[in-house]
């Protein structure tokens, strides 16, 4: 595999794309680390991947959580040339006129820390051992990271702020860390909201299907978590790749060239 003897660490490792990213990953020949809020998603990693896996149970807003999950993932397989931030909550599409002025302040508080400040502890707590390994950081962005319409004003905030946070730190890490990005657009997974605007057990696929997701992207189907791992293989291994750092692939199935006219172009060849 593209990633024999790597060690890797992913954030929201339980389910839809970091539960992805854990199987690619071990495919390719790493082992793998994993910061997750979910008991039940670390129970069910450490059942399925007793030997390649350490899963912590944690919250990536809690610096010591993260320091815990990457001591944990060292410990265990003796260096760390990788972390991937990809915990995060969505916003369901929650318009600035439609949130209320009351759960406004909390629900930007909630989502930010998830999506912002918790890439900015991973990395803090993980950039110590990849600068010692000459590792690469991978953030988990979205269409909502280039694009409007993708979820409301805080997700879309958010994902903005992460672009600054590769730009920053890809910056700040070089020459020793390669800092870089992959861009998903929709697909079904486990992905929630803030308790704030009382989404905690809402998912995804409550509020978009299958076919409306499929039907605005010009590459016209519906992708799985799976389809988007060829990206991070790519930005964490160690050949092809030494000229990257601060690029952001767009694994959005071609959103950024939609017509005007048409979604696609080629739709009757
Ligand atoms: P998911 O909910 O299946 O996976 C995210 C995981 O993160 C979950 O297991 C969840 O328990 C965990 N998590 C949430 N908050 C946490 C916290 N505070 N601390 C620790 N763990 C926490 O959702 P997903 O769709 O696989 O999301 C992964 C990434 O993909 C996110 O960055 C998301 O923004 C991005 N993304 C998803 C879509 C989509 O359509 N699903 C589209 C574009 C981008």
Redesign the pocket.
């Known amino acids: 595999g593209a990633l024999e003897g790597q060690v890797a660490l992913i ?10 990213l854990v199987e690619r990953f071990i495919a390719e020949g790493a082992r793998v680390g994993v ?4 008991a039940e ?1 670390v129970a069910q990693l450490a059942a399925d991947f007793p030997q390649q896996v350490v899963a912590v149970t ?4 809690s610096m010591a ?1 993260n320091d815990t999950a990457v001591g944990e993932t060292v410990a265990r397989f003796g260096r760390l040339d990788c972390f991937i ?6 916003d369901h599409g929650a318009s600035l006129l439609d949130i209320p002025s009351e759960r406004l302040p909390d629900a930007f508080d909630e989502l930010f ?3 912002v400040k ?1 890439y900015l502890l991973g990395a803090k707590a993980a950039a110590p051992a990849l600068v010692k390994s000459e590792g690469s950081l991978i953030f ?5 990271a280039f694009y409007p319409g ?1 979820g409301g004003p805080l ?1 879309t905030a958010s ?1 903005h702020a992460a672009v600054g946070l590769v730009r920053q730190l890809a910056y700040e890490l070089a020459p020793k860390v390669r800092v870089n990005a992959v ?10 909201g803030p308790q704030a605007l009382g989404q905690q057990d809402t ?2 696929m409550d509020s ?1 299907s299958p076919d409306a ?1 499929r039907a605005i992207l010009p590459l016209q189907f519906f992708p799985e ?1 799976k389809d988007f791992t060829g990206p991070y293989v790519l930005l964490a291994a160690r050949g092809d790749n030494r000229t990257l750092s601060g690029v952001m692939i767009n694994a959005d199935c071609g959103l950024g060239i939609r017509g005007i006219r048409h979604v696609a172009g080629g739709l009757n060849l």
């Open positions: 954030t929201g490792g339980g389910s839809g794309l970091g539960r992805a910061l997750e809020r979910s998603k944690g919250d990536v807003r959580d931030g990809n915990a995060a909550v969505w820390a998830i999506n918790g988990t962005l979205s269409n909502s993708g997700y994902k861009a998903p657009s929709g697909m079904a997974s486990d992905l929630r998912r995804i978009r997701i978590p």
